[in-house]
């Protein structure tokens, strides 16, 4: 079973920028599509980015322009660049994978950005 981790968020201030890595336990060469997910305070939580193993990807509108997902098959590691953050990018960030109908998740990494 691929367990999920992920790091590297934080408080920043309005304009900054983060990297969020997600390292898996083994490998995603079998996993077609990996994705970032965000959940607010009080909100759903929501797709930001995915990624499938051709490199495809998919963003919400929010996130379009600013924040590029890449994956690094041999590091068995996704990332999330996230560029001129804004207030309404606060949530916990997840990492997920679909297998067959079951959902991966990690336990999620805080991201905070001020105003």
């Known amino acids: 079973q691929v367990r999920l981790v992920e790091s590297g968020g934080g408080l920043v201030q309005a304009g900054g920028s983060l990297r969020l890595s997600c390292a898996a336990s083994?490998?995603?060469?079998?996993?077609?599509?990996m994705a970032w997910y965000r959940q607010a305070p009080g909100k759903q939580r929501e797709l930001v980015a995915s990624?499938?193993?051709?490199?495809?990807?998919m963003y919400a509108e929010s996130a379009k322009g600013r924040f590029a997902i890449s994956r690094d098959n041999a590091k068995n590691t996704v990332y999330l660049q996230m560029n001129s953050l804004k207030p309404e990018d606060t949530g916990v960030y997840y990492c997920h994978f679909r297998r067959t109908i079951v959902d991966y998740w990690g336990q999620g990494t805080q991201v905070t950005v001020s105003s």
């Open positions: 990624i499938t193993l051709s490199s495809t990807t």
């Open positions: 083994g490998s995603i060469l079998s996993i077609p599509t």
